[in-house]
């Protein structure tokens, strides 16, 4: 992992490596670690790579009172797929899929719109009713007993309303209203 940088004086730079909690520092002892070297222009080698080894390096220095930060990555199992449409074709055809049926919907949704209010021609009632095995439908008209007198009554209330009462005890109707 090369990082251009310089690690003068000692204990101006170090790596912390994708557990978090290990620092590795400039010059390494041997007895911190046997895998890891780092050399003076901070360039980090490990020695028998494990799965464990796999992650983010980050490279710390301090210059002028401030820690300046790179990143190196180990990646055991290289790029998972070749090119960019391997890895993304099920997400373009699941789109495509749900884009479909949302403009079918749409389009579904129109149409019924479109042709749910269209006037009945007489031409095609006509037809329907002239098919074989269709019968005209039976309308039955009744008069109700109880408001067979309607037009009698609506002259007699407007009669009421035009003509004066001749008494408190009476209306136009020669009705009799008794007090109790």
Not at 38 to 54: F, H, K, P, Y
Not at 139 to 150: H, L, R, S, W
Not at 156 to 178: A, M
């Amino acid at each position: 992992m090369d990082v251009p940088q310089t690690c003068f004086p000692q204990s101006q730079c170090y790596w912390l490596l994708p557990d978090k909690h290990t620092q590795i520092y400039y010059p390494v002892n041997a007895s911190t670690s046997s895998r890891y070297t780092i050399s003076s222009n901070g360039v980090l080698t490990i020695v028998d790579i494990q799965a464990s080894d796999n992650g983010i390096y980050h490279f710390f220095q301090l210059e002028n009172n401030k820690w300046i930060v790179s990143k190196a990555l180990l990646n055991l199992h290289g790029a998972p797929f070749a090119t960019l449409w391997l890895e993304y074709w099920p997400n373009v055809v699941g789109g495509l899929v749900a884009m479909s049926a949302v403009l079918i919907t749409f389009a579904l949704i129109l149409l019924a719109n479109k042709y749910r209010y269209r006037p009945h021609s007489s031409s095609s009632t006509q037809r329907l009713s002239k098919r074989p095995g269709t019968v005209e439908p039976i309308i039955i008209e009744q008069t109700n007993p109880v408001f067979a007198n309607d037009d009698t009554d609506t002259i007699t209330s407007q009669h009421r309303r035009t003509s004066r009462r001749s008494s408190s005890t009476s209306n136009g109707t020669n009705l009799r209203i008794e007090r109790l």
